[in-house]
Each structure stands twice: as structure tokens, then as C-alpha cells.
């Protein structure tokens, strides 16, 4: 979720985890993880791949930021 | 008996539940989630519904509140603790009974009658299902495919802490009959103690017959008797 739009989720968790007594947690963002293979040993290649499913189909841009780690 | 029904932002069977209860005699208060302590209750029960909108899991919030330490306290001294649908997944996520609850293997809101097996009956929430142990009930959940490790299973199955299996109208336990993806059909569990039970099918939806049916009366009684 990008920062300037609300994330109940995340209000409500940081919340709960103040109750549990956590009081230094200031915020908390609630987000999905992928983990994708790609038959493709050109890293740059996909990479590519990877930022076009992105865009595509797994993040709503307008709302939502991703972020790509290639192993 | 007297009961106390918790009541999270998100129930809504509190109040099908507490009608239940009432019309089996057992003297029932409505205990909001953040309330510290439980009036004096010999069965405490976790209703239905979607506590806090499913955040982050389902249960999973829910389980955090302020209410649970006393209802944990109360399940640890022998008081009767019941969770039914969303109910059963704060009793997992508090750590009262084992397993985890997935999303239905069809990935769909599963809202219907099914079959049900009791296969415990040595209970106090089940004592009155001797006189029938094929019932139906209805469920209406999205994550209620039980899940559970080999271990768990095994554990489970030798100490006969399965309390319902979904099975066909003839009472056969099959792949067919199983409409979440739960393991060996489970649709409720008991503790080592048998004095907590968690289980998804809805047993207050059915408690008279302008309802189309009582099978869920005969615990209410059961609740009832072994006071």
C-alpha cells in the first residue's frame, strides 16, 4: 500500500500490538509477498519479466507500491 | 448453568447463540471482547462471525483481546469453553486447541447443510448425540479447512479428540462428503480435557423445527444435563 492511502489492517495490527504492550512501534503497513520462478537464467531478462507481472496483474497501481528482489 | 457469550466487533451469532441458550435454560450474559473479567460462568462460548473484519487471520485479532486472559483462565480450571465458527478460529489462534483453520480447498464461502458424524460423544458438549450421531447442521465459513501435521492427526485420532466429521447421509466419513479440504473430514476437535471444543458447523442455526431442523438442540441439552 503506498503511504498516503489507509491501511485498516495495518492500523488495526499496530494497534493490537500496543495492547500486547509493544509501545515503541510507531506504525505498521500490511503488504503481500510473491515468490515467483521463472524459467529464465538472464537475470536483467527477469527482472523484466518480473516488473511487467507486476504492473500488470499483482499490484494495483494507483494504490499499491512493489518492490523486486531477484536470488 | 450460567454462560457468558463474548461479543467481538465483527460477531454475529451472539445473538442466535445466547437465544439458544436461553431456550435450554442456561442463564447466559453478553460479555463485550474488552472487558477484563468474566462474570461467573461455568461454559463460555466464542460465537460465530467475522471479528475484526478477518484481519491479518481470521481469529487472529480477536484472540489478542483483553477478554481472552480470563477466558483462558476459566478454560484452565475446567470451565466449558465452546467457539463455534469464527469462534473455533480464536480458540486456535489463542492457543486453547491445536491445528490451524486454511481457506476451503474450493476457495469459496461454503454456506450450506452438511452431514455430520459425532464421533465423541464421552462429552458434555455431545453426551445427548448417543441417541443420534448422524445429524446435519449448516456451515458458512470461508476458512474452515482444518489442517493439521501427521503427528497432530495421529494424536487427535488415538485419544478420540475428534468430536465431528463431515460425512454422507449414511454417516460414511469419504473424500466426497469432505466440502472444505479438511483433514480426515475434521469439523470440530476437543482438548486433552475434552472441556473446549471448537467446530465450524452451526449448531444454534438449528434449534427448532420452524428452522428446519433441532439437531443443533440435542447440545444445548447435552450443555444443559451435565450441569
Redesign the interface.
Known sequence: MKKEVLDPQGKVVNQTLKNMGYQNITNVRQGKYFEIEINESNKDKAKIIAEDICKKLLTNTVIEDYKINLE | MKSSVIVFPGSNCDRDIAVALEKFQIKNEMVWHDETNLPKSDLVVLPGGFA??D??RTGC?AS?S?IINDVVKHAKKGALVLGICNGFQILIESGLLPGVLLRNKNLRFLSKNVFLKVVNMENKFCLKYKKKNIIELPIAHNEGNYFANEDLLKNLEDKNLIAFKYCNEQGLVNKISNPNGSSNNIAGILNNEKNILGMMPHPERLIDPLLSGEDGSIMFESLFKSH
Open positions: 475484526y473484519g484481519y491479518l485479532i489478542k483483553k
